[in-house]
């Protein structure tokens, strides 16, 4: 595999996509595991085993510990010397604590894993999310400069930013600068937002303005897929749903869909010409939970993801940009230079579809995937514009399509 980017990913025109170095495709397929590098060497050893056989090729995870549901327990180590009792030296960093967190940077390269590294986030209890100014500017600045030499790293200003209410706007813009100024290595950069649903669901009105031209891509937090074609058109850039809800049974709303949702949720998000972030939340007697502290993936989504990024990456290089939905509202069309596409229905059901949407003049080649159970099934008969394609009438089914 050829190094990965470390100048800007292409983001003009109609691609609004990744690439390597060479200008080869890279598809993001993410999960995120917030403070897995904070756990026991045990939990961190099967964290990296359950990576290393999964098919994700990023993963989110903080540099500061978190305080939350399921997330009490007291670290052993922190980027400052000190403890809760007595407070922490803000002075000076604890460089034991960094070179753990580069080892296991290294390790994650070592799995082709790239590193999404959470700079600040609202759940504390320690008084790392409302230091003084100019500690978080240090602190920015030694980050950068001990991290910015791994090809792996990608900064993430920050998890749900709008909630770190001591922070002014101009804080983010300041930050997102002095780390493009900093960095010789050019990785990538973003900023992710709270999303509250009953609040949020037609507004983002509270992000962080992703036009800023330093972000390399928009991080968005938001359970409706059905906008990445709109924020594609907006930013003019890639877009990443880093959140969208987790596979689980926790109690909370953004934790305990099926896993036929979270496969539908990465489907969707691929055929509209978007990324999606993988989490899982499955209640332990051990409280390790994936989403989390990493461990052990226990859900029913992985394989399916594997599948889809199997799909995506097979043959030619694809650039899916969304097809307009006109009468089919109910499908996410994908088209890659009108040459190979990936439709999706979703929990939708449908007998048979018209092909309206083909482009006039052109023949295909389809099979009909079960995204659940994971087969292809060819059509036997090429498609036009217009035809009847009789359908399995069940949730979960896909086509693709290539053009003769």
């Not at 045990?42 to 098919?55: E, H, I, K, N, W």
């Not at 934790?255 to 496969?263: E, H, L, W």
């Not at 859900?299 to 889809?308: D, M, N, Q, T």
Request: hydrophobic share 40%; proline share 6%.
């Amino acid at each position: 595999m050829h190094a990965f980017i470390r100048q800007r990913p292409r983001s003009s025109g109609r691609e609004r996509h990744f690439c390597h170095t060479n200008g080869e495709p890279w598809y993001p397929f993410d999960t995120t595991a917030y403070v897995w590098n904070y756990q026991s060497e045990a939990v961190q050893a099967d964290t990296l085993a359950s990576l290393a056989a999964s098919p994700f090729n990023k993963i989110r995870k903080c540099v500061f510990p978190k305080h939350y549901h399921y997330n009490l327990a007291e670290p052993v180590r922190f980027p400052f010397p000190g403890n809760i009792e007595t407070g922490f030296d803000y002075t000076r960093f604890d460089v034991s604590f960094f070179a753990e967190l580069e080892q296991q940077i290294d390790r994650l390269a070592g799995l082709g894993i790239e590193a999404d590294l959470i700079i600040f986030h609202p759940y504390d209890r320690w008084g790392f999310s409302r230091m003084p100014l100019e500690v978080d500017q240090r602190y920015i600045r030694y980050l950068v400069a001990r991290l910015a030499s791994f090809k792996n790293i990608w900064w993430s200003l920050a998890n749900e930013f709008d909630l770190l209410k001591e922070k002014p706007m101009h804080f983010w813009d300041a930050a997102i600068a002095r780390i493009q100024r900093e960095d010789p290595s050019n990785h990538l950069i973003s900023i992710h937002n709270w999303h509250n649903p009953p609040i949020h669901y037609p507004s983002n009105a509270h992000w962080y303005d992703h036009h800023n031209t330093a972000l390399t891509h928009a991080s968005i937090q938001h359970h409706d897929l059905h906008f990445v074609p709109e924020w594609r058109e907006t930013f003019n850039k890639p877009v990443v749903i880093d959140e969208c809800c987790y596979e689980g049974n926790v109690d909370l709303g953004w934790g305990n869909i099926t896993a036929q949702k979270m496969v539908a949720l990465f489907w969707h998000g691929v055929c509209l010409g978007g990324y999606v972030t993988h989490g899982e939340t499955w209640l332990s007697d051990d409280e390790i939970i994936w989403w989390s502290h990493g461990g052990k993936l226990k859900g029913e989504s992985v394989k399916r993801i594997a599948f889809l990024r199997q799909l995506l990456e097979e043959g030619a290089a694809k650039r899916l940009a969304p097809v307009p939905w006109g009468s089919h509202w109910d499908t996410s069309m994908g088209m890659s230079d009108e040459r190979w596409g990936l439709f999706y229905f979703g929990d939708h059901c449908p007998g048979y579809k018209m092909m309206t949407m083909l482009p006039p003049d052109s023949v295909w080649k389809v099979d009909i995937i079960d995204t659940w159970e994971m087969t292809i099934t060819p059509v036997a008969q090429e498609i036009r514009q217009g035809d009847k394609l009789e359908l399995p009438g069940k949730p979960w089914i896909a086509l693709r399509l290539q053009r003769l």
